[in-house]
């Protein structure tokens, strides 16, 4: 069992900043694909990124390529998202995700094994 806490979501005006954090338990945090996903009032949940188990590749959804940098660190078992530049439109529950198994050749198309509680992040206009 993996369980995942996410913290850093908030209250930002448009064009701020705002870093996620996601702290993963286990021994094994650096054999797992970690993601971050959100869902919006009345939409589906989508991917923003994922990030490789090594933390050599990235995956980042268009609409936050170049505002969003995800990264972790194996020896913490921490997974952080970093948001700049943020729109009313990133207004979302943020979801932090991990995936266990045989790591993907296309970790967009991650499909989580384990989900954080979700943390709230509002951007006002």
């Known amino acids: 069992q993996v369980q995942l806490v996410e913290s850093g979501g908030g209250l930002v005006q448009a064009g701020g900043s705002l870093r996620l954090s996601c702290a993963a338990s286990?021994?094994?945090?650096?054999?797992?694909?970690m993601g971050w996903f959100r869902q919006a009032p009345g939409k589906e949940r989508e991917i923003v990124t994922a990030i490789t188990r090594s933390g050599g590749g990235m995956y980042y959804a268009d609409f936050v390529k170049g505002r969003f940098t995800v990264s972790r660190d194996n020896a913490k078992n921490m997974v952080y998202l970093q948001m700049n530049s943020l729109e009313p439109e990133d207004t979302a529950v943020y979801y932090c995700?991990?995936?266990?198994?045989?790591?993907?050749?296309?970790?967009?198309?991650?499909?989580?094994?384990?989900w954080g509680q979700g943390t709230q992040v509002t951007v006002s206009s």
């Open positions: 995700a991990a995936e266990t198994g045989p790591e993907r050749i296309t970790i967009a198309t991650m499909r989580p094994t384990y």
């Open positions: 286990g021994r094994t945090f650096s054999s797992y694909t």
